[in-house]
């Protein structure tokens, strides 16, 4: 039996390379595909046959990366499955490190052909530039340690899907929890938040030892590199080509300096309305006027049903994507225990299909979720004829503008889930939350800026730094009486762990989905279509040319932040 949500998928492009029928998780039958890649290249003799070679090679990639996230999707859909756990791994183990080598092979038969030069330059003038990098930074003693790397992250996925408590006589999820953050009664919200925060600090030590072995393998795969730290490894690895630590590190001041004001309001507000003299950590979710929690959907069926309504009204094109994957099974929304926490969109690469995981619970985030993991896959969608595998994808800093402008493009049919006044008090909800999760940005960024350039530091030393930026970005929170759940917080971030500097990307991307959304205040068809025609680009232009094109700049300095910051606060108080 099938561990996969969705059943068979349709076949978008028939194979021409890749044999129909092949277990792709088997090293001996997907390396003689690699030997006939390895031949053939100086057998091209002409360009056509050269282009043919290099789209075979993207098939291979696409067919086996397809089969990565199949693992990848049963594991997390299911980590309590002996079965998920074995098949992931067994790919992680065995065929991910064998393939590393032969695709570092393929990109140094790519770079040195002699009619590479002849291939169209504005064409190939990205995948030149991220094939050489590929080759540039490739390591053959560092294939294990990923491999290593992998494990790891995957015993933090499993122990964090494993976490329950009882609470009130009935077992739950602590994503199952976090529906108690914003009920009224505030003996209930600190009682919950208490019973969770106990939970995670009972496998602190694990959660620590994990942790400090990431660090330990990231730091020898630098070294290997010939990085002096892991964080200078990590952006060139990331292919950020556009800017670098020091523009991170301004992007830390500018929210300090543009948003934390704002933060501070919105906190003073919250502790008037509440009529508490300090704000605690469960007074962040709640309603401030003490009104019953938003509760925009039953269950996942109706979400479902909701969301399908929002992109009908939005556009054709998008609408039919999202009832496509309605119509394939392509959705696993609910939350369950054995889950993995979070959620995701992966693209099925050789189906080119979107798939999206989720964890809903029937709160307002849930909706801004689907939005948020249906503008993932929209992009995915709008990319799905382009014949390079490598355009396919772009970008993380505009992959998060597809999805978080479609949080906002969504909001203003928010009344497919509410009535009009809980409609307009879910738009501010989401509004507030878009203006405080740059300072949380901020925190994990700079925390990692932090852990990968202080190598042999302790861990009460690392606690130290993370508190340190908690005083600088956290706002006016008591926490008195909760110091170790302060200190150990970034223990929730999952990205930390599993996908290291990957997350000032959402900063970057919030400011261009705030473009967006103004654009959209002043012509919303036309905001509409620049946005589709950036996501149809894919990867094919350098970063700042797929901003313009979805008609906003990539810039993320005070200049840029300051009249977004400004718009938002203007709108929030449209809604009070």
């Given amino acids: 039996m099938s561990l996969l949500p969705f059943g068979e998928l349709p076949v978008h492009t028939p194979r021409r390379f890749v044999p129909a029928r092949i277990d792709l998780g088997d090293w001996s039958q997907v390396a003689p595909l690699f030997d006939e890649l390895d031949a053939r290249a100086p057998r091209c003799t002409t360009l056509e046959q050269f282009e043919q070679w290099v789209l075979d090679t993207g098939e291979l990639a696409a067919a086996i990366d397809e089969e990565s996230s199949r693992r990848y999707i049963a594991m997390t859909c299911h980590t309590d499955s002996p079965e998920a756990e074995k098949s992931y791994l067994q790919f992680v183990e065995h065929v991910e490190p064998a393939l590393k080598p032969r695709r570092f092979a393929v990109a140094k038969a790519y770079l040195a052909h002699p009619l590479r030069t002849s291939l169209p330059a504005a064409r190939y003038e990205v995948f030149d530039r991220d094939t050489a990098l590929m080759v540039e930074l490739y390591r053959d003693e560092n294939v294990p340690l990923e491999t290593e790397e992998s494990k790891l992250g995957n015993e933090y996925n499993k122990l964090s899907g494993s976490l329950t408590v009882q609470f009130r006589g009935e077992e739950r999820t602590l994503v199952a929890m976090g529906r108690f953050q914003e009920d009224p009664d505030r003996t209930l919200r600190e009682e919950a938040w208490r019973t969770v925060a106990d939970r995670r600090l009972k496998e602190v030590d694990r959660v620590e030892e994990l942790f400090d072995g990431l660090v330990d393998l990231r730091g020898r795969m630098a070294s290997n590199a010939g990085f002096a730290n892991y964080r200078d490894f990590a952006f060139r690895l990331r292919g950020r080509f556009d800017y670098g630590p020091a523009d991170c590190e301004r992007f830390h001041d500018a929210i300090e300096a543009e948003v934390m004001p704002v933060i501070r309001e919105l906190q003073a507000r919250r502790r008037q309305q509440l009529g508490v003299p300090a704000l605690r950590p469960w007074d962040l979710s709640v309603d401030p006027l003490n009104r019953p929690a938003l509760r925009p959907f039953a269950d996942t069926d109706a979400m479902e049903r909701g969301s399908q309504v929002i992109f009908d009204r939005l556009d054709p094109e998008l609408a039919r994507g999202f009832q ?12 369950r225990k054995g889950k993995a926490p979070g959620g995701y969109q992966s693209t099925l690469a050789e189906s080119r299909l979107p798939f999206i995981f989720m964890n809903a619970v029937g709160l307002q985030r849930d909706v801004e979720t689907i939005l948020h993991e249906a503008g993932h896959a929209f992009h995915a969608l709008a990319t799905r004829d382009e014949p390079l595998y490598a355009y396919r994808g772009a970008p993380i800093e505009f992959c998060e503008v597809a999805s978080m402008a479609m949080e906002l493009l969504g909001a203003p049919h928010l009344d497919v889930f509410y009535a009009e006044a809980d409609a307009k008090r879910a738009r501010r909800v989401h509004l507030e939350g878009i203006v405080g ?7 994990v960024d700079a925390f990692q800026h932090w852990v990968y350039t202080h190598p042999g530091h302790t861990r009460a030393e690392r606690s130290a730094a993370w508190l340190a930026l908690m005083d600088r970005f956290g706002g006016d929170v008591d ?6 759940a302060r200190a150990h917080l970034w223990h929730k971030q999952l990205h930390i762990f599993l996908y290291p ?6 900063g970057i991307a919030q400011l261009g989905a705030l473009q967006v959304w ?9 905001a509409l279509a620049d946005y589709k025609a950036g ?5 094919a232009r350098p970063l700042p040319e797929l901003f313009q094109r979805a008609g906003c700049r990539f810039d993320f300095t005070r200049e840029t932040l300051r009249p977004l ?10 809604l009070d």
């Fill in 535 to 539: 996501l149809a680009l894919g990867g």
């Fill in 565 to 574: 910051t400004a718009l938002v606060r203007e709108e929030l108080a449209k």
């Fill in 479 to 484: 926490w008195s009486g909760f110091e170790s």
């Fill in 437 to 443: 999760v740059f300072p949380w940005i901020a925190t």
């Fill in 518 to 526: 103004a654009n959209s205040m002043r012509d919303p068809a036309r």
């Fill in 324 to 335: 496509t994957m309605r119509d394939l099974r392509l959705l696993d929304l609910a939350n």
């Fill in 501 to 506: 500097f990957y997350y000032v990307e959402y």
